[in-house]
């Protein structure tokens, strides 16, 4: 009897994870409510960046690590949208979580981005965020809510990203 149960834990466990891989990053991503939480990292021109000091913009947060097949995938993409947006008041900080920094500026050599890179070596932010996924992205009204949080990247992401944004803007300059 226990080795009847343990095969069909394993089978449920089986099932139950292939069902949680097989979810799309849209079925990952949610709205969210309260006030983004402030945080000063160090960008990669050396200079710090402080979240509040953004307010009044829409921001988005993207949390990637160099190992990460899915953020190399959407980096370009997101600078695309950066770049479009940023005219408009949207600012994209991405947020390298990985311990050493050297990993994220090799990256950064092969594909280079437009927008500010940030360093979260210690995963403070990282926690504060409540990040389990890469990438990771986290969208802010102009007020500093919680607009959007998206887990994981597949192709086509980025269409909701701009409408999104784009909503944020228009919404901002009412």
């Not at 991503?29 to 913009?57: C, E, H, I, P, W």
């Not at 280079?112 to 940030?118: A, D, G, T």
């Amino acid at each position: 009897m226990i080795r009847k149960r343990n095969w069909l834990a394993t089978i449920a466990l089986t099932f139950a994870g292939a069902t949680c891989i097989g979810l799309s990053g849209s079925a990952l991503a949610k709205s969210a409510g309260g006030t983004a939480k402030d945080f000063t990292l160090k960008a990669n021109n050396g200079k710090n960046v402080r979240l509040s000091d953004l307010r009044g913009q829409v921001v988005m947060l993207n949390f990637w690590a160099s190992w990460c097949g899915p953020c190399r995938q959407e980096m370009p993409l997101l600078d695309a949208l950066y770049k479009k947006y940023s005219p408009a008041g949207f600012t994209l900080l991405g947020i390298n979580v990985e311990a050493d920094p050297k990993e994220a500026d090799a990256l950064l050599k092969e594909l280079p981005v437009s927008f500010p890179v940030l360093y979260d070596t210690t995963s403070k932010v990282s926690e504060a965020y409540k990040v389990d996924a890469m990438p990771s992205s986290v969208l802010i009204d102009c007020d500093g809510k919680v607009s959007y949080i998206h887990k994981g990247y597949k192709p086509g992401d980025e269409k909701e990203y701009k409408k999104r944004v784009k909503g944020l803007i228009r919404s901002c300059s009412m």
